[in-house]
């Protein structure tokens, strides 16, 4: 099954890094940024997770949720949040389950080697709770400003 732009996006309940419970479909009503990321700590996650750092004041400015989502546990999450001082959740979807939803998780290759993981992907979500943009094969620098500026003219529209 493959998402396509104006499906509702997928409801889910995942953990935060605090073992708060954040649902979906709770979140009716509001614009949301679902990333799927690959790993804590590592350069383009990094980056990403950054880069949304430091656009968070217009994204809230604008109502809009940032949801970051990996396999990695809440012990991983706190301690990238911490270390990079990041304003928003970071999600615990540590079967993969809700990034399979997503289309996000598979196998992949990297020096020679095949592995299941989290390829790095970005759902917009409208407020009626249908994708409005996706995004795959993410470039981590830019991501964040690209993001805004598409709710921009999406919400201009």
């Not at 799927?36 to 968070?56: H, S, V």
């Not at 270390?83 to 196998?107: H, I, R, W």
């Amino acid at each position: 099954m493959s998402l396509t732009v104006g499906d509702v996006a997928p409801d889910f309940e995942l953990p935060d890094a605090e073992g708060n419970i954040v649902k979906l479909s709770a979140l009716r009503g509001q614009w949301v940024v679902l990333y799927f990321y690959p790993r804590d700590n590592t350069p383009g996650c990094t980056k990403e997770a950054c880069g949304f750092r430091d656009a968070y004041s217009d994204y809230q400015g604008q109502n809009i949720v940032v949801l970051g989502v990996s396999t990695d546990d809440a012990k991983s999450h706190t301690k990238f949040i911490t270390k990079y001082d990041l304003p928003f959740p970071l999600l615990v979807d540590a079967e993969a389950e809700v990034a399979t939803q997503y289309d996000s998780y598979g196998l992949k290759k990297f020096m020679g080697k095949e592995y299941m993981g989290i390829s790095r992907s970005t759902f917009l979500i409208n407020p009626e709770g249908k994708l409005a943009k996706i995004y795959r094969k993410v470039k981590p620098e830019p991501h964040a400003s690209e993001v805004l500026a598409d709710i921009a003219e999406l919400t201009a529209a």
